[in-house]
């Protein structure tokens, strides 16, 4: 699929993140395919669940679990094109499972107009993880593990967690992605394992800012 042109309505210094994601739903909605946009909506919708319980802005993070996965709409010639325009890791650009959260970030700005550096990054690293990922980023890295349509042994313990106590559950959705991909015999991302090592090593604390320098401008 070829990508849009530009979305309407790029955000301001000041932007009210529930009216511009009422303005991109409809183009999220005509992108996706069934399966991927009930996935979308759930991690949307778990995502404002978990920052309000968190004490962040739900309206900020339900946009980032809008778009965390607009990058699926693309073929993979598309993908392929686009990715030239990224830096990555000989790794991640190996992984074409991978492809679609750096791919994401870089829709995300180019085309539905989003400047905001706490999405972006989110939207980067909502795979992987990040042993820098900030708190907007650790939402969504949760929220697109226990999203209502997923359905797996323990994932209604991993929701109560995320309820009562979110650095546990953190840790727990990181050591769960770690194990699955382990017992399928697929590759593990380095910066996977970083993460999850670092959560053991800092409490889960959040870092104070954003570190991050890879998203795509």
Same mark, same amino acid.
């Given at each position: 699929?070829?990508? !849009?042109?530009?979305?309407?309505?790029? &955000?301001s210094a000041r932007q009210d993140w529930a009216a511009l994601a009422r303005r991109l739903t409809p183009l999220i %909605?005509?992108?996706?395919? &069934?399966?991927?946009? %009930?996935?979308?909506?759930g991690v949307a919708r778990t995502a404002r669940d978990l920052a309000l319980s968190q004490g962040l802005d739900p309206a900020k993070a339900g946009l980032a679990g809008l778009l965390h996965d607009c990058?699926?709409?693309?073929?993979?010639?598309? @993908?392929? %094109?686009?990715?030239?325009?990224l830096r990555l890791d000989p790794l991640e650009r190996a992984l074409p499972a991978l492809w679609h959260a750096p791919l994401g970030a870089l829709l995300a700005r180019s085309l539905y107009g989003i400047q905001d550096r706490e999405i972006l990054e989110a939207i980067r690293f909502h795979s992987t993880g990040s042993p820098r990922l900030g708190a907007l980023g650790?939402?969504?890295? $949760?929220?697109d593990f226990i999203e209502p349509g997923r359905d797996f042994p323990g994932l209604g313990r991993l929701?109560?967690?995320?309820?009562?106590?979110?650095?546990?559950?953190?840790?727990?959705? $990181?050591?769960?992605?770690?194990?699955?991909?382990?017992?399928?015999?697929?590759?593990?991302?380095? $910066?996977?394992?970083?993460?999850?090592? @670092?959560?053991?090593?800092?409490? @889960?604390?959040?870092?104070?800012?954003? !570190?991050?320098k890879t998203i795509p401008k």
């Amino acid at each position: 699929m070829t990508p !849009p042109s530009r979305a309407p309505g790029a &955000p301001s210094a000041r932007q009210d993140w529930a009216a511009l994601a009422r303005r991109l739903t409809p183009l999220i %909605r005509s992108r996706l395919r &069934p399966k991927r946009l %009930r996935h979308t909506l759930g991690v949307a919708r778990t995502a404002r669940d978990l920052a309000l319980s968190q004490g962040l802005d739900p309206a900020k993070a339900g946009l980032a679990g809008l778009l965390h996965d607009c990058a699926k709409g693309l073929d993979r010639g598309e @993908s392929e %094109r686009l990715l030239k325009r990224l830096r990555l890791d000989p790794l991640e650009r190996a992984l074409p499972a991978l492809w679609h959260a750096p791919l994401g970030a870089l829709l995300a700005r180019s085309l539905y107009g989003i400047q905001d550096r706490e999405i972006l990054e989110a939207i980067r690293f909502h795979s992987t993880g990040s042993p820098r990922l900030g708190a907007l980023g650790r939402i969504l890295y $949760v929220a697109d593990f226990i999203e209502p349509g997923r359905d797996f042994p323990g994932l209604g313990r991993l929701r109560r967690l995320a309820r009562e106590n979110f650095s546990k559950a953190l840790k727990g959705v $990181v050591a769960g992605k770690i194990s699955f991909l382990a017992q399928k015999g697929m590759r593990i991302h380095p $910066v996977s394992v970083q993460f999850y090592n @670092s959560l053991l090593e800092s409490g @889960s604390k959040i870092p104070p800012k954003s !570190p991050v320098k890879t998203i795509p401008k």
